[in-house]
């Protein structure tokens, strides 16, 4: 435990402080039915026990801390939680990172030539249920720091399109949801149309499937996020309906599982 932001617990994933946030009890859940989340994996219960555990990772891309996009995200977060997702949030500002070198070395095995904190990132990002990327528009695109994260996938897209040795089959991208969180000053309805290709792209690469924006413009209008009428209760609304919805798919499989298993299973005769 490295202290805490705003109330909320604060966990390392590389040990730099600040870099990641459980939106919950840090040693336990809110029903002390185990960890709030697994940083290296998947936790295997719920936290509210009603059905599978749903996990999700939010990864806050602006370099303004506890600004308009932070906050948009926080809601989102916060509205997962409420319908029991273990919730984190990785802050890229905090990470030490190198961008892509672009020496296509990962061509050959897959494998980055970099380690730095975006090497577990990816990792916990490949571990979950439902990713968020957040970030405000910046000269109509994403953040340099969500580029850059974005840009160090490339040993995923070689792996999938060059080596032909990772395949996320249709049943896989149904239950894993992708999210794309932004606000923007300007008015202009084609504001977030330049990030809707890169996120995208990122969510197909880890094995996604593209499921909903959450997106804000306008802020300056508004004079800010807290000046939204709707966009902070769209947020936590969303939050809940895609944890909602993951969690039916998890069910569902789990049920046709056993259902299958019981007809397998010979009957014992005695």
Request: hydrophobic residues 35%; charged residues 20%.
């Amino acid at each position: 435990m490295t202290g805490s932001m705003h109330g909320k617990s604060e966990i390392s994933l590389t040990g730099n402080d600040d870099a990641v946030s459980v939106h919950g009890k840090s040693k336990s859940s809110p029903t002390d039915n185990g960890p709030a989340v697994s940083v290296h994996g998947k936790s295997m219960s719920s936290l509210t026990g009603n059905g599978p555990a749903v996990s999700v990772l939010g990864i806050s891309g602006s370099p303004h801390r506890h600004g308009n996009t932070e906050t948009l995200l926080d809601s989102f977060l916060d509205g997962a939680k409420d319908v029991g997702a273990e919730v984190a949030k990785v802050v890229i500002k905090n990470l030490i990172y190198r961008t892509c070198q672009g020496c296509n070395a990962c061509h050959k095995d897959g494998v980055c030539i970099l380690t730095d904190d975006f090497t577990p990132l990816f990792e916990k990002i490949l571990s979950v249920d439902v990713l968020v990327l957040a970030s405000p528009i910046y000269s109509m695109g994403i953040t340099a720091e969500l580029k850059s994260l974005v840009d160090r996938a490339q040993p995923l897209w070689a792996r999938k399109f060059v080596l032909k040795n990772l395949y996320f089959d249709y049943d896989h991208i149904q239950s894993h949801k992708g999210l794309f969180i932004s606000t923007a000053g300007q008015s202009w309805d084609n504001v977030f149309d330049g990030a809707f290709p890169i996120v995208n792209a990122f969510f197909s690469d880890m094995g996604f499937e593209y499921y909903d924006n959450v997106i804000a413009n306008k802020m300056d209008e508004y004079g800010g996020i807290n000046g939204h009428p709707s966009a902070l209760d769209d947020a936590f609304a969303t939050g809940q309906k895609v944890v909602r919805v993951v969690k039916k798919i998890k069910k569902e499989r789990a049920s046709k599982k056993e259902a299958d298993e019981s007809v397998q299973t010979p009957p014992v005769v005695e």
